[in-house]
């Protein structure tokens, strides 16, 4: 799984060239990234779903989220973005070593002088593989090479994706929480100084190529996305991102959330119309993400 996460961020990085290519049809046996076959052949149901993904995914979100990352940077007008270097070895770093702490042997154990620790106190091991990682980043980098020689701006990023931010993507895009339970720890954890814009965005890279892995079929090309994931919550998913990175100094867990949902109504503008407006608002503007769809008949 931490080899198919490498792939997907590779094939992210490339996008302008093979990238798309290599993420909806995998790559041959040579390596080399696989393209549809031509016209006139016979489509196995899997090949018919690939050719639609490589068609409609939406390519330029994935960039963008690149691009807020401070991962690709665009030097000139129509020019190709460039990669940060700093940026792109935190992202290989961490998907190198993000899940070691599932390995029991390696779970570290709370110390006097830093308890309590995320809930943990002095002597208990931390069996949680996010706060063991969180622990060790924060109090023994040197342990961790690859996060140690990192400069300071990287590291923080790559702390910030092992804060216990208890945020739920699937209750976000189907609109079934408040923003309070949405929202109001992953804010705190913003406001409390640990996290910039880009940090957000960081993030929010991470856990897209993790998701990515999660069928770990690299030769497959990333089929977690391209044939069990509905496209749709994906374009989903990719569209909340930018929104959510205003959380913080700039937008309220409210905010964002009636920015999120509003947003989803405005894709089914011509059948619905314009927001609503008043007391009932939210629950009607509610009813397109819930309903995964927005049909006017059933708003």
Known sequence: RTMAAFFAFFWLMRLGSDGRDSFSFGLDS???PRRPPPDGTMLTNDMKRRIA???NADWDAMRKLLEDAGILKTLAVAAEPQHDVER???VL??????????????????????APWCGFQAGEVIDDHDIALGYILEFFPELLPSFHGLPPSAQRSVRFTQCKMEYNMGW????????????K???????????KDNDIAFYFVHWFCDLAAAEPTPLEGCEKFVLKFPQRVLS?????????????????ETEVLEDYLE?????????????????????QLRLPPMGQGGRAAFV
């Open 263 to 283: 947003s989803r109504w405005k894709v089914a503008a011509s059948e619905l119309g314009e927001p609503p407006m008043g007391r009932a608002s939210i629950a």
């Open 30 to 32: 040579n390596w080399k």
């Open 185 to 195: 720890k992953f804010r705190e954890v913003i406001l409390s100084g640990q996290a």
């Open 172 to 183: 976000l895009v189907q609109a079934e929480a408040p923003p309070g339970a949405l929202f």
């Open 88 to 90: 792109t070895l935190a």
């Open 53 to 55: 993904f490589r068609r």
């Open 236 to 252: 989903q998913f990719l569209e909340s991102f930018s929104i959510v990175q205003r959380l913080g100094t700039e937008k309220t």
């Open 93 to 114: 770093a961490l998907t190198a070593y993000h899940d070691i702490m599932k390995m029991p042997a390696l779970l570290p154990t709370v110390q006097p002088e830093h």
